[in-house]
């Protein structure tokens, strides 16, 4: 049973142009999501974060909105560059959980064209 | 700061021999997680530890699978024995625990180790 879904395995974008990664949730606990980013025979490293009491968190090139109501949040990277290519991986957590135990998803695969 | 570090970064061995990973956290950090990513999957808990007590694992195999944190620092995972199945990328990963603010969800992760079961 996925918690945390990430239903595109894949996505290619023209460098310069918008990315956008989505995923959905079906647990109503989770009130914590991260994205991270993983680049092959590398550890995911932490990106950006939002908690459910926010609908948007800003870093720089990189939005997360939380739609609470539909279970989805969607990373917004702009503008795209090269250096964006790797798996990002969206995950969830519960501050009411006894413990902080963080689900991960299946990851999107991003490809940015030059 | 060093970050995780864990080691062999590559292994190869045959099903039904043993292994081990070791894995590093950074300085001070409470927690310690061991995940197993299985390639085109996100990382899954095996087992997690809050200084060298286990919080969690529930996902780990314990009829192969084995994990212990010396004295709340240093983490060894070990398989005994291996089955194909077992092929995957072992992460390791600290944060600093419940507690610390938002930013105590945010887990910093070794290269991991790539095992291959033949």
């Known amino acids: 049973d996925q918690q945390v879904k990430q239903n595109s395995p894949s996505l290619s974008v023209q460098e310069g142009r918008i990315s956008i990664l989505n995923c959905d949730y079906t647990?109503?606990?989770?009130?914590?999501f991260l994205w991270y980013k993983k680049y092959p025979a590398e550890g995911p490293t932490f990106l950006i974060s939002i908690s459910s009491i926010k609908d948007k968190n800003e870093d720089g090139r990189f939005t997360v909105f939380l739609n609470k109501s539909a279970k989805h949040l969607s990373l917004h990277i702009v503008p795209s560059q090269p250096g964006d290519s790797a798996v990002y991986f969206c995950?969830?957590?519960?501050?009411?959980?006894?413990?902080?135990?963080?689900?991960f998803g299946p990851g999107t695969s991003l490809s940015v064209i030059p | 700061e060093a970050g995780v570090a864990q080691s062999p970064r590559y292994k190869i061995i045959e099903k039904r021999q043993s292994v081990a990973f070791w894995c590093n956290p950074i300085s001070g950090h409470a927690t310690l997680y061991w995940y197993q990513q299985i390639l085109g999957q996100g990382p899954k808990l095996l087992i997690q530890f809050q200084n060298n007590g286990v919080v969690d694992d529930s996902q780990l195999p314990k009829d192969r699978f084995s994990a212990e944190r010396l004295k709340g620092v240093d983490s060894t995972l070990k398989i005994q024995p291996a089955k194909l199945e077992d092929s995957a990328v072992y992460l390791c990963?600290?944060?600093?625990?419940?507690?610390?603010?938002?930013?105590?969800?945010?887990?910093?992760f070794g290269p991991g180790t790539r095992l291959t079961v033949t």
């Open positions: 990963a600290s944060s600093s625990g419940r507690g610390q603010g938002l930013f105590s969800y945010e887990q910093y």
């Open positions: 995950a969830a957590s519960s501050f009411r959980a006894s413990y902080d135990k963080v689900i």
């Open positions: 647990n109503s606990m989770f009130d914590y």
